[in-house]
């Protein structure tokens, strides 16, 4: 029987359709909640850093501190690293890590940061509890997480609706769990946490050049990237359904009424002193 933390999948893949939206990721777009807390000596755990764009920004917010960024892939480690490189930043390390079981001594860091994790893996609530034990009492872990269900958009499209079922059945067949973000309040208090500030935010897409840029991406990573690939290895679609369904999206798109909002939930839990 395996155990938790190794049931779950990270759906999307690193495709060059995925990393388009994780290379626009920024602590302003993305962290804004965490970024009254900070302090230039802080140092800080990013979990789940992705291609780095984060982790930089939140090294250039602590320039007498540190920020270590951690994911599961080590191509896209390396892609980090290069990030940090390019903009000159000397604060920073790398390394591959799991959140279920992170490789560094108890009250280490005095911020861990977590953004679009918890959805993607086997146990939230242990993996919480292991951002609590890596974190100094008094510092904070800060999540945030899309929710699929709450994401809305204008005008309806029985396709894009097509879409939605799609992904909830593809992550949730990968150990994931899609609409983390109205859960995480409930996985804090259930992995122990008694100071727990709640909040959410949105991304909306509506502009011309926003429209054509987020129904691209999700035009391109339904037929080529790994969600492509579970989506039909496991038995959810065909190559015909994910056509159809890459093509609502390249339409929804193209209508100057078409409106996309995506809500994330977010918490800033204190470690208890």
């Known amino acids: 029987m395996p155990k938790p933390h190794e049931t779950a999948v990270y759906t999307h893949g690193h495709h060059e359709s995925v990393l388009r939206s994780h290379t626009w990721r920024t602590a302003e777009n993305s962290a804004a909640y965490l970024l009254g807390s900070l302090r230039p000596h802080m140092r800080i755990l990013d979990i789940g850093c992705g291609p780095g764009t984060i982790t930089a920004d939140l090294a250039e917010r602590v320039p007498e501190g540190h920020v270590t960024g951690v994911d599961r892939s080590p191509e896209i480690v390396e892609r980090a690293r290069a990030t940090a490189a390019a903009r000159g930043l000397e604060n920073t390390g790398f390394a591959v890590a799991d959140v279920h079981a992170l490789d560094y001594p108890d009250d280490t860091f005095c911020v861990v940061h977590a953004h679009q994790v918890l959805q993607h893996v086997g146990d939230p609530v242990r993996a919480l509890r292991e951002m609590r034990r890596v974190a100094r009492p008094g ?41 983390a973000g109205r859960r995480l309040k409930a996985w804090a208090l259930e992995a122990g946490f008694t100071d727990i500030t709640a909040t959410s935010a949105t991304w909306t897409f509506t502009t011309p050049e926003e429209r054509e840029w987020w129904s691209g991406l999700w035009a391109d990573r339904t037929l080529a990237s790994a969600y492509a690939e579970r989506a039909t290895e496991g038995g959810h679609a065909t190559p015909e359904r994910l056509r159809a369904v890459s093509a609502a999206w390249r339409d929804w798109g193209k209508h100057p009424e078409s409106w996309f909002s995506v809500l994330h939930g977010e918490i800033l839990c204190r470690k208890e002193a």
């Open 139 to 179: 510092g904070f872990i800060a999540v945030r997480d899309s929710d699929y269900g709450a994401m809305t958009w204008y005008p309806a499209s029985s396709g894009m609706d097509d879409w939605l079922d799609l992904y909830h059945r593809v992550a949730r067949a990968n150990g994931g769990e899609p609409d």
